[in-house]
Structure formats: C-alpha cells, structure tokens
C-alpha cells in the first residue's frame, strides 16, 4: 500500500466488505492504526480494491443498517467530500475504535 507500518501500532484487524457501489463490492482486510485506516481486497476477489485514509482526513463516521434492520454498515465521510462505505459483523468496535483514536 505505499506506507511502511513498522512503526504503527494495530487497534483494530478484521474482515469487511467495501461496498464501492449497489452493484459493486470486495471483500478483505481492514486495518486500523493510530494513524491510517487501510482497506485491501483479498486476491481471489474479483473486485480488486485498495484504499488508504489519514485519520485525521475523517470528518465524521456514520453508523448504518443493512435492509433497514441489520446493524452492520458504516459510512466514513471525509473533508475533501468523499464517501467510503464498508459493511461488518464488526460495526460497533470498528466505530468505536476510529472514534476513540480521532
């Protein structure tokens, strides 16, 4: 992904699925550190995705609902306007995390 990490230290490690759009998705591995949030597809999904955000480019986190019951998705807004928006079993430690290292 471009950055070195030896320096970091994980908060949180796990399994997400980034949804890009209604029709498109990638499952893999999400990383939280004192400094970045990074997302990296798996390589057998077809989707092949890689993200990288700066903590403090974060404007706000969002938690939302999968079909209007399920409490599983997070949306992340940034400053500079863009959206990213991921779907886990991990919802409420992820936002906790992200919120409590912010």
């Known amino acids: 992904m471009g950055i070195n990490l030896n320096n ?5 490690e796990g399994q997400v699925n980034y949804v890009k759009n209604f029709k498109e998705q990638s499952t893999g591995k ?3 550190t004192e400094d970045y949030l990074l997302f990296e597809s798996y390589k057998v999904t077809m989707n092949q995705e890689t993200f990288r955000i700066k903590l ?7 938690k939302q609902k999968s079909f209007y019951i399920i409490p599983d998705k997070l ?3 940034l400053k500079n306007n863009k959206e990213y928006v991921i779907t886990t079993w991990d919802q409420e430690k992820i936002y906790k995390t992200l919120n409590r290292i912010k």
């Open 8 to 12: 970091q230290v994980f908060r949180y």
């Open 30 to 32: 999400l990383q939280i």
């Open 56 to 62: 403090d480019e974060i404007q706000k986190i969002e």
């Open 75 to 77: 949306k992340i807004y």
